[in-house]
């Protein structure tokens, strides 16, 4: 039998202060990511070659995609709260150590790359952990306002960020930004400590697959199989094997699920497409077309300053009921926004197709991250966040270095004509998906 369950009302998210705790918690702990990350690559060029502070840079990244999925298995096993608080006081602990470091002595870049690897390793259990914390803290219909109100952090950090470390190294010590560092996260943590979380099944909908999961006795679109979530209720565990298992368990749960695995596809394969044209490609094309470096800034603040507005409308309005539908539909009008910018005759054209790139990347965004977490069951949305994070972030790499090889073999619009080929390509697969087109704000498909 097939239960219908009505979600209680409850109050909008952005009105919830549990919720803007978390923001808050959020805020600051990413802020203390920019102001980290820009210290760091300051400290590298002082201390070594440019090779080498490139190479001190990008040490953290390889431990972060490594071990991004275990992050996310652990978030499952002990609670993403418990997860996000205990990584994000290590990071605290991190900086706090660097900063004493800096009191006595220049560090080298060996000591640089062990700090990058060491927060990057950290980074891959915080990420996914809270990340995760919007599914314990809101019913499943609010989820699209809080990852909605989670891109207006996310655009606000990297407004503030950037220059508020500049000002930071430019008038003080390395030491002191270090020891800021360490006073966001700290603050971050504080905060995060006092966000409370709902039950663990606490979701009607989540119960709901469950039930039908255990009764069908196999692994379901909305669940695990019963035994496989027995067996992990009796080995909590967070051994190496344990998590192994449970990272494979996880693999298995997405590749199944009928409305997961083309969310995350979908989210994959758009973001080949953008993310080369936009960090390597613009100011390629911003050279070749005259515009200098005010013309990168120009396009890229229509493009963030659209998406934050988009984000804040749908923080206000909540998901529409189609959520699945208008969420992919986004994508073709993106990809000719983003072929736009290279075809614009100037540009002010170039800044207003950007602009309508903005709005679709700030409704796109929440509408099926909030779609992902509503969808993922209670017992795997860390291990679902963790994957989701892969996939917006894993090819960003490729694509980067494909847009240079792009640019050297034809010319700087190339990357955003075959980018925006691509993003048009993968809404209109998207909307032939019945589960994505139908999906609900709950994660339910109609």
């Known amino acids: 039998m097939t239960v219908t369950a009505t979600a209680p009302p409850t109050r909008a ?17 990413l802020l203390g990511d920019s102001v980290f990350f820009v210290a760091l690559a300051w400290t590298a060029t002082q201390v070594a070659s440019p090779s080498v502070a490139g190479l001190v840079v990008a040490a953290g990244a390889v431990p972060r995609a490594a071990l991004m999925l275990f992050g996310g298995a652990l978030a499952d096993r002990v609670g993403p709260r418990t997860t996000a608080l205990v990584s994000d006081g290590a990071r ?80 003080s010590s390395l030491s002191l930004v270090y020891l800021v560092c360490a006073g966001l996260f700290a603050v971050s943590v504080a905060a995060l400590a006092t966000t409370r979380t709902l039950p663990r099944a606490a979701s009607a909908m989540s119960a709901t697959a469950d039930d039908e999961g255990e009764q069908r006795g196999r692994r379901g679109p909305w ?146 991250g909030g779609l992902t977490l509503a969808a993922a069951a209670d017992d795997q949305v860390g291990r679902v966040m963790s994957v989701a994070s892969l996939a917006g972030l894993g090819g960003a790499p490729l694509a980067y270095a494909a847009t240079g090889v792009l640019v050297d073999l034809t010319d700087p619009a190339a990357p955003f004509l075959l980018g925006g080929a691509l993003v048009t390509l993968t809404g209109l697969a998207a909307l032939t998906s019945r589960p994505v087109r139908t999906a609900r704000p709950d994660g339910t498909t109609s």
Do not use: K
């Open 13 to 29: 998210a952005y009105r919830d202060l549990n919720v803007l705790r978390w923001v808050t918690g959020l805020f600051l702990s």
């Open 92 to 171: 605290t602990a991190v900086m706090l150590a660097v900063a004493a470091v800096l009191l006595l002595e220049q560090p080298s870049a060996a000591v640089l790359i062990a700090l990058a690897v060491a927060f990057g390793v950290i980074d891959a259990f915080f990420v996914p952990a809270v990340g995760a914390m919007p599914a314990v803290l809101v019913e499943h219909h609010e989820l699209s306002r809080v990852t909605a109100m989670r891109q207006v952090v996310h655009r606000a950090t990297a407004v503030a960020g950037a220059p508020l470390a500049g000002w930071l190294i430019a008038t």
């Open 223 to 368: 669940g695990d199989g019963a035994q496989e979530r027995a067996d992990r209720r009796s080995d909590r565990r967070p051994s190496a094997r344990a998590l192994l298992d449970d990272v494979t368990a996880g693999l298995r749960y997405v590749r199944g699920h009928t409305l997961l695995l083309p969310l995350l596809v979908i989210t994959a394969v758009a973001e080949l497409g953008f993310a080369g044209a936009l960090n390597v490609g613009l100011p390629l094309l911003a050279d070749a077309s005259g515009w200098g470096p005010q013309g990168v800034g120009w396009v890229l603040g229509a493009w963030g300053a659209a998406a934050a507005l988009a984000s804040v409308v749908l923080t206000l309005t909540g998901s529409p009921q189609r959520a699945g539908l208008v969420g992919v539909a986004c994508l073709p009008l993106m990809g000719v926004a983003l072929a736009g910018v290279a075809l614009a005759p100037g540009l002010g054209a170039a800044a207003a197709a950007a602009a309508v790139l903005g709005v679709g990347s700030g409704v796109i965004a929440p509408v099926l």
